[in-house]
């Protein structure tokens, strides 16, 4: 697979991004093109992926382009679509799963509609982004896939449960992934970012009581960037992790080692007693 003598080096190779119009997928994209590879960007909103492809062209190593393609990772022809449009930019062999989003509230006020939206993202997106890849990727003689899971994959939010089921399925479709394909050469680990400012953020980022909480878990005591977590997932698709595969590694100033964040101030503000359903507390 390698096309130079550096592992580190992702020069003829191209990669699927999805969501990478902004935060964290734009993130991983700003690496990918410094490392050499051509990105395709892969979202709903294109005037955001041309803003994106714009910025990306100025960092771009020599001979790695940037295109874009409109896609709703929740309509499988679309998915399908998006990777078609991925391998006629050459030789397609890696893929960031990253489109998703979150939602908080409590568990007996979810929506159903709530519930099927933040699933059909983060985890049936994912899925149908791999499914359409891998065979791509095989035809290629292998590859690397990097999903985008948290640390609410491990450990709970209270609150956020759709999201935090969500990020835990991936997990486990990418060990699947993993285990199932490895004999095609095509490796498969996932990533766990924990609080990072970005559009998805900016109202917890924003809210004082929420994110001291977030920081006050961090051994490492900051939030991360989008370089903490692109710079990872640059390893996890290079050459450099050849033999690395179903893994989950957190990135996260170290917040996995301690409690899940308290956004109870936020639901508490929004919902008051109602946030739990009636009844005594024990
Ligand atoms: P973001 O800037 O809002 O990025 C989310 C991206 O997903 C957007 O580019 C959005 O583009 C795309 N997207 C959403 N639904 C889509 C769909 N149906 N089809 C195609 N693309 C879709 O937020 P972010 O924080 O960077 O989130 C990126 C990933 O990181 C998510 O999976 C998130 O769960 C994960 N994550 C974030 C944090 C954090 O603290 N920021 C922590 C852990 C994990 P369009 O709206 O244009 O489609």
Redesign the pocket.
Not at 18 to 25: A, L, P, Q, R
Not at 71 to 74: G, K, L, N, R, Y
Not at 98 to 102: H, I, R, V
């Given at each position: 697979m390698s096309s130079t003598s550096d592992p580190r080096s992702l020069a003829g190779r191209v990669a699927l991004i999805?969501?990478?119009?902004?935060?964290?997928?734009l993130g991983c994209a700003r690496e990918l093109v410094a490392a050499g590879a051509t990105v395709v960007l892969?979202?709903?909103?294109t005037d955001?992926?041309v803003s994106a492809a714009d910025e990306l062209r100025k960092v771009a190593a020599p001979g790695a382009e940037v295109l874009t393609v409109a896609?709703?990772?929740?309509n499988e022809d679309s998915v399908s679509a998006a990777c078609a449009r991925t391998a006629e930019a050459g030789t397609f062999t890696l893929v960031v799963a990253?489109?998703?989003?979150?939602s908080g509230g409590p568990i007996h006020l979810t929506q159903l509609d709530d519930w099927n939206g933040v699933i059909g993202?983060?985890l049936t997106?994912a899925f149908l982004t791999i499914k359409h890849a891998v065979p791509y990727l095989s035809a290629n003689g292998g590859g690397s896939i990097v999903a985008?899971?948290?640390?609410?994959g491990p450990v709970t939010h209270r609150f956020m449960t759709p999201?935090d089921v969500s990020?835990a399925g991936l997990e486990m479709l990418i060990r699947q992934t993993a285990d199932e394909l490895g004999c095609r050469n095509i490796r498969a680990n996932a990533v766990?970012?924990?609080?990072?400012?970005?559009?998805?953020?900016e109202a917890m980022i924003n809210y004082p009581p929420v994110v001291d909480d977030y920081i006050s878990q961090m051994p490492l005591g900051r939030v991360?960037t989008?370089e903490d977590v692109g710079r990872l997932v640059r390893f996890l698709l290079s050459d450099e992790s050849s033999w690395i595969t179903g893994t989950c590694i957190s990135v996260d100033g170290g917040h996995h080692l301690r409690r899940g964040p308290n956004i109870e101030p936020f639901m508490e503000m929004a919902l008051g007693d109602a946030r739990y359903p009636a009844g005594p507390a024990n």
């Open positions: 999805t969501g990478g119009g902004s935060g964290i997928g892969a979202a709903r909103n955001r992926l896609c709703d990772v929740t990253n489109a998703g989003f979150g993202t983060n997106g985008v899971s948290s640390i609410a999201y990020k766990r970012p924990g609080l990072v400012p970005t559009d998805a953020t991360g989008t």
